[in-house]
Each structure stands twice: as C-alpha cells, then as structure tokens.
C-alpha cells in the first residue's frame, strides 16, 4: 500500500476515534458502555435524550465544521500557491460573522431559532457577489486576494461598529461570545441546515484535485494541459464560500484549521495539491473534534470556546511551521 493510502486509512480512523470519544465525554461520569447502549438502543430516558439531542449533533457537527475548513484551506493554498492562504481570505467567514451579528442585534435570534445561522449564510452569499463583482469573472489571483481583503475589512468594520452602537449589553455579550466559535447547545437542527451545503461543497471542491495538480505548472502550463482556469477559479471560490460560510453560520469563527492542517499533512503528501483536499479534510475534522473534546476537558465547570483554543494552539504552531519552512528554505 502507498504512503498515502496508509495517511487516509490512519485519518479515517483517527476521525472515528475522536467522534465517538466526543459522544463520551462529557460533566457526567457515565460508563462509556452505558453512555453507547443510551445512544444506540436508548429508552427516551434523560441519558438517551442527552445523548442524542445534545451530544451527536455536537460530534456531528465537529466533523463538518472541521472537514470544511481544512478542506477550504487546501484548496485555497493550491489554488494560490501559497502556503499562507486561509479560508478567509476572500472575506466570506468575516461577511458571514457580519450577518449573524445583525441577526443577534435586531433580535431576530430570539424571535426564530434558525435565524442566526440563515443570517450567516446570506452574509457568506452577499459577500461572494461581492467579490465576483469587484475581482471580476477573469481578475487574478492577486485581484481575488485584494478584494476578499477588503471584503473582510468592511465586514469588520460594520461588526465593530454593531458592536459600539448596541444598547443592549445582553446582546453585545452574547455577539462576542458567539463569535470566538462553540459547538455546545448545538441540536440537529444546525446539522439539518449545514449538511446540504457541505455537500454541495464537497462536490464542488474535490473534483479539482486534478486542476490544482496542473497548477503547480504555472497557469499557462495548466491551460496547456487542459484545465479550463476561468472554471476552476469559479468553482473554487462557490465551493469555498458554501462551506466557509456554513461551518461559521453553526460555529461561530474557528481559526487557523484551514492554515494548520494543510501545512502538517503537504509533505505527508508529497506536495500534492490534489492529494491534499482529502487528507486536509480528514485532518480537520480531527483537530476540531479533539479540541472540542479538549474545552471539555480543560475547564469543565466554564465556558471555554472552541475558537480560543483553536487559536491558542494554532498561532504558535504556524509560527515553528513558518519558522522551519524558512530554515529548510534557507
């Protein structure tokens, strides 16, 4: 078997692993054994309930909300050729906070349960016209990065300036809570709306493995070979938009999934972007499904949020990969 077939096989199970420890842990010290006969052949009992309405939808979602980023930010480092991209670099994860903050702050949140993450999502939608818009159908990869740039600062700009006008302190609360990123008090409502459009996006992203491969040519390589440019660059950026938006609509903001992971797993695949989308996928369902284990762990009796520890972890992490990658380069 190749090397990386044995990095998807070791993934896979890894993933597995870490989801059915996120069905277990949790404030009560239940057997492991009775916590999986509640879920599986439960009798509607409080245990059950916990463990299908609270506990799954929350591991479920750790998956998605994980798979998308780390796959988004793959395909944005291959697309780019540019190991620093990251998923928010077109603007969508800062448009899509935007729209979940006017949600909270009109109070729309309290009136209608999905309204939070719908509001995000129609952020996410607003600012991707507003990228083809400004970056244009044939603009390049620096155009595209300007713009989503921009977009991004706009969209902060009107989140703080939501922030400073609001008179109510529950609500500014509740919006800077929200946007350090959790997946608790989740339900399988949120896993109803996200799985479509992390479908979607899985079916618009992993095709382009081969694209991606050709770019590593250079653009005029990769025509020549047959990879239609104007295509792919749609393509990737509607795929990354539906999933980037997504995964902030049901968790708030997570950082530096999309950055990491990519950069751990490139020499596992020997560079290979196409190879990579896969194994970025797999590798960030993993490292949100432990660290949302690990804010249950860490600090039980308070409410540590899943973005904090993702950015704890995350920074210094990207600082030695930065910091080998130029004593390697040098």
Known sequence: MTRYLWLMIGLTAGVALLFVASLLVGPAKISPLVSLSALIWGDSGP???????????????????????????????????????????????????????????????AAFALALPLAALAGAAVSV??????????????????????????AGA??????????NPFAATEIVFWMMGSLADRSFLHVTLALPFILLGLALLLPLARGLDTLTLGEDAAAALGTHL???????ISGVAVMVGTATAVAGAVGFVGLVVPHLLR?????????????????????????????????????????????IVGAPLFLHLVYRTRRDGG
């Open 47 to 109: 245990l059950t309930l916990v463990m299908r309405e609270i506990r799954l939808p929350r591991a479920l979602l750790g998956i998605m909300v994980g798979a998308s980023l780390g796959l988004c930010g793959a395909a944005m480092q291959g697309y780019l050729r540019n190991p620093l991209a990251e998923p928010g670099l077109i603007g969508v994860s800062g448009s899509a906070a935007l729209g979940a903050v006017i949600a909270i702050q009109t109070g729309l949140t």
């Open 129 to 154: 016209v507003l990228l083809f818009a400004l970056a244009g159908p044939r603009g390049g990869s620096l155009t595209l990065i300007l713009a989503g740039i921009a977009i991004s600062a706009l």
């Open 158 to 167: 009107f989140t703080a300036l939501v922030l400073s006008l609001s008179p």
């Open 230 to 236: 104007l295509r792919l660059r749609l393509t990737l």
């Open 267 to 311: 020499s596992a695949v020997g560079a290979r972007p196409g190879k990579l989308l896969a194994a970025s996928a797999l590798g960030g369902a993993a490292m949100v499904l432990a660290a949302d284990i690990a804010v249950r762990l860490i600090l039980p009796g308070r409410d540590l949020k899943l973005g904090v520890l993702t950015a």
